[in-house]
């Protein structure tokens, strides 16, 4: 099995990949940088290597104008490239303000991600737009209870704390897709792990954030024993050490049977959203 890697003990080309790209941020907003912060599976300690992004949001303390965001978006890009790794980097810019009132709905500066690529490299992102992410409230929660501040100033005085009725919406808005039609057929582990820890999250009640593994292996303890087994594979193919494509990561390269994935979305269905 892939072990399950945390900022302190990540392999070294990928810690030395996201210090080389961290300061490389700082050398081009300068001034203007409050701190970068990891989020995700790297700062809870179950980023596999295979699968994993790395999540990372970016507080400056004024809002960029369209020529400083192109050129911080085409650093990023340019550096993803280069990434050791087959998971890509995530990561949006906000201003302090939205760090700090995480309002609803949520503007950011930049976003990179795998699906944004091509479009900063071709100069195809009109910055001058304001854009929002319905996900941003829910990793900036990530980033206070269990983030790590890679430069600047400390998380707790640079995030403030989002309403955590507010953040449980975002996750069920989330939900609602994964239980959509044959969606958990699309993206199979994604969906099982996520669901779980929707499952935590409801169970416990206790205002924490989990990780998908830990949704996991709460769900093997406490939901049905009938659906173990499909839980069980879902945490083997996220835990996996065998590299796959870009094509074969929703699936792992794996098979899946597609009644037992549509028992376990029904069972979701019947008993989280009436939540």
């Not at 944004?116 to 409230?137: C, F, G, Q, R």
């Amino acid at each position: 099995m892939n072990r399950p890697q945390s900022w302190e003990n990540c392999d070294k080309d990928i810690k030395m990949f996201i210090m080389s790209l961290t300061k490389k941020i700082e050398e081009i907003l300068d001034t203007n940088l409050i701190g970068i912060y990891l989020h995700g599976s790297l700062s809870m300690g179950s980023y596999y290597r295979p699968k994993s992004d790395i999540d990372i949001i970016v507080v400056v303390g004024h809002k960029l104008d369209n020529e400083m965001a192109q050129k911080v978006g085409i650093l990023i890009a340019t550096e993803a490239k280069n990434r050791p790794t087959m998971g890509d980097i995530e990561l949006s810019i906000i201003t302090k303000e939205v760090a700090k009132q995480v309002p609803d709905p949520t503007p950011y500066e930049l976003h990179y991600s795998t699906q944004w690529a091509e479009k900063i490299l071709n100069h195809e992102v009109d910055y001058s737009l304001e854009m929002t992410d319905s996900d941003l409230p829910s990793h900036l929660t990530y980033v206070l209870q269990r983030g790590i501040c890679l430069y600047g100033q400390p998380i707790q005085g640079v995030f403030g704390q989002y309403p955590w009725k507010s953040f449980m919406n975002s996750v069920m808005d989330d939900l609602e897709w994964i239980l959509e039609d044959d969606n958990i057929l699309e993206s199979p582990y994604y969906s099982i792990l996520n669901i779980c820890r929707v499952f935590q999250l409801v169970s416990e009640n206790n205002q924490t954030v989990h990780s998908k593994n830990e949704g996991g292996e709460w769900g093997l303890v406490h939901l049905p024993q009938k659906f173990h087994p499909l839980i069980q594979q879902a945490l083997d193919v996220y835990r996996s050490s065998e590299i796959v494509s870009e094509e074969q990561r929703k699936t792992g390269g794996r098979e899946w049977n597609p009644s037992a994935l549509h028992a376990f979305r029904d069972y979701a269905r019947e008993k989280l959203l009436a939540y």
